[in-house]
């Protein structure tokens, strides 16, 4: 055999690499969307016998956002994969992504039925899987009565407190069951699900709430903003203690070689968002400082205000003591006007007493005895002269005591 017939007869390996891949391109390209959910949860076991965790590939995740129709996804399925799921997948990191596959979904009826089969799945995997509930969003979004401004937010807390409550009690259920263990003939032996460690049981929790608002995304019940939101507070919990600075200026490198716009547009979004706060935050500063001015001149008004009703009140009190001082002078004068006045009754009825006396007897008496004596034949004028003069006499003496 010559060189060149060697060559042709012997593959060489780069074909070989190819015949491969082309051969796996086309067993992926054949599996239906049945087959992978089914291969995705199967049960595998490594060297050692212990159980894989579920995962699923990047070309299955292809496969899954190329699919034209989704056919075979009956309820049957999720209860076959129920049993193997909770096993390689308790923290439904694989479940999360074939859900994100299926949002992306641009057909109505596609979407609706691969995300029905994995709200199923979820159903069925999730803390409260013993309550046989085949939409655990839908009832748990029945019980919102609009008090929350967001389905979001009433969903977060919701699902939140009953993970918080389960996570509490893992640790208090060790103990329980390592002492019934001691005391109890026969125990049950728990589930995968029923013994999911705290770390676990938060993975599960971050999962549920996105496949929960993936699912209100999908039934157009989440605002997109409050959906970044969301998302951006469950990465937020994901940072990194130590963040490398050299990894995400790779990162980002990488998705500019791969030519993901989509990044590109996710930074341009939170720059957008990050201004307008900023505009905002300027915007409630110079209207805080505008009302902090306004502040300070009511305050300023308060105070004179203050001074003004102080001055006011000491005011009121002198007029008072002053009022209060004219009520006693005013007091002390009526008494001196009233004994002023029973003074001069007293006086006045000496006064008439006296007149009465002067009258009657110093100058009636005489002026008669005087008029007698002039009506005689043979007036007496001396007689009637001494009369006068003892009553002039008498006026005049008592006279003096009316002027004092």
Not at 47 to 61: E, F, T, V, W
Not at 196 to 218: C, F, H, P, T, Y
Request: hydrophobic share 40%; aromatic share 4%; with cysteine.
């Amino acid at each position: 055999m010559t060189g060149i017939e060697k060559e042709i007869a012997e593959p060489k390996p780069d074909d070989i690499k190819k015949r491969k891949q082309s051969k796996a391109k086309s067993a992926a390209e054949a599996k239906s969307v049945e087959q992978i959910l089914s291969d995705v949860f199967a049960i595998t076991t490594d060297k050692d016998q212990n159980i894989k965790p579920a995962s699923i590939s990047k070309a299955d995740l292809k496969s899954l956002a190329a699919a034209e129709q989704v056919v075979g996804l009956s309820n049957e399925l999720a209860d076959r994969i129920t049993t193997s799921a909770c096993k390689t997948d308790p923290e439904l990191k694989c479940l999360s992504l074939i859900t994100l596959t299926a949002v992306k979904y641009q057909h109505d009826v596609l979407r609706n039925d691969l995300l029905r089969f994995c709200i199923r799945l979820a159903s069925s995997l999730w803390i409260q899987h013993q309550l046989g509930s085949f939409d655990l969003y839908r009832d748990i979004m029945d019980a919102d009565k609009g008090l929350d401004s967001a389905p979001l937010t009433f969903l977060r807390k919701s699902i939140t407190e009953l993970y918080r409550k389960r996570i509490e009690f893992v640790a208090n259920r060790t103990k329980e069951n390592t002492s019934h263990k001691s005391e109890d003939a026969e125990v049950t032996e728990p589930t995968a699900l029923d013994t999911l460690s705290r770390k676990e049981l938060v993975a599960q929790r971050d999962n549920i709430l996105l496949i929960g608002a993936l699912w209100l995304m999908a039934q157009g019940k989440a605002d997109p903003n409050a959906a970044i939101e969301f998302f951006s507070n469950l990465l937020k919990e994901q940072t990194s203690r130590i963040q490398s600075n050299r990894a995400i200026a790779v990162f980002l490198a990488e998705q500019y070689a791969n030519q993901e716009s989509l990044l590109a547009d996710t930074i341009d979004y939170f720059k957008t968002q990050f201004t307008e706060l900023a505009d905002q935050r300027k915007l409630l500063q110079g209207k805080q400082h505008a009302q902090e001015l306004e502040l300070n001149k009511l305050q300023d008004a308060v105070r004179d205000q203050h001074s003004a009703i102080a001055d006011r009140d000491q005011k009121i009190a002198r007029l008072l003591a002053e009022t209060e001082q004219l009520k006693q002078a005013l007091q002390e004068q009526q008494l001196d006007e009233r004994a002023t006045r029973t003074h001069l009754r007293d006086n006045a009825g000496q006064a008439k007493g006296k007149a009465f006396n002067l009258l009657s007897e110093d100058v009636l008496e005489p002026l008669k005895l005087s008029l007698a004596a002039l009506q005689r034949e043979k007036p007496k004028t001396e007689v009637a002269a001494h009369h006068i003069e003892l009553a002039v006499e008498n006026i005049e003496r008592e006279i003096k005591w009316f002027s004092e």
